[in-house]
């Protein structure tokens, strides 16, 4: 049986070059791991919550903040894990030193008895398109592609006007 999973997947321009935000997992499990553990913050629906609900929640817990206006939706993604990610893109810049991430407790170290609380996300950032490669879970590429081919963004290309960035589709 699969499980979904939805999530949002923050971007910007930023000196004409897009960047993506990603978040690091907490805890001690991931304390000392970079490349290859970066994440689109996302988490499991509640109840009957409908799968864009869920992402703009999930987003808040993960980094406190609150996303709302016309998403792109990027599809979904199979995980090794078996889980179906579906993320949407959301373009807004935001101040990631103002992140502020829910939290969970675990026993650690493992049977020692020893119960802490540490937060979801222990970390966020802006990274460009060839660093937020080498940084996000790499079942998690195809997303940051996905974005880049719906707004027709090239690493090669100078500059764009906005409207020229967006091609012209409906996206619900």
């Keep these: 049986m699969s ?3 939805n999530g949002i997947l923050l971007f910007r321009f930023k000196n004409e ?17 970079d490349h290859g553990v970066w994440s689109i913050p996302k988490g499991l629906p509640e109840g009957h ?14 980094t406190g903040f609150e996303v709302d206006g016309e998403f792109i939706d990027l599809g979904e993604l199979n995980q090794s894990s078996k889980k179906i990610v579906h993320i949407w893109a959301f373009e807004k810049d935001l101040d990631i030193i103002n ?5 969970f407790k675990l026993e650690w170290p493992k049977n020692s008895g020893k119960v ?14 060839e660093l937020a ?20 963004y090239s690493q090669k290309e100078k500059h764009l006007d906005k409207e020229k960035r967006y091609r012209q589709t409906t996206l619900f």
């Design 49 to 62: 919550e409908n799968p864009l609900d869920t992402a703009k929640r999930e987003f808040k817990e993960e």
């Design 116 to 129: 802490q609380e540490y937060p979801e996300v222990d970390k966020a950032g802006w990274f460009d398109i």
């Design 3 to 5: 499980v979904y999973s």
């Design 99 to 103: 992140v502020v991430s829910n939290t």
């Design 17 to 33: 070059k897009l960047e993506v935000m990603l978040v690091h997992p907490g805890g001690p499990i991931w304390a000392k791991k």
């Design 133 to 152: 490669k080498k940084k996000i879970r790499k079942e998690q590429i195809g997303f940051i592609d996905r974005l880049m081919d719906i707004i027709n």
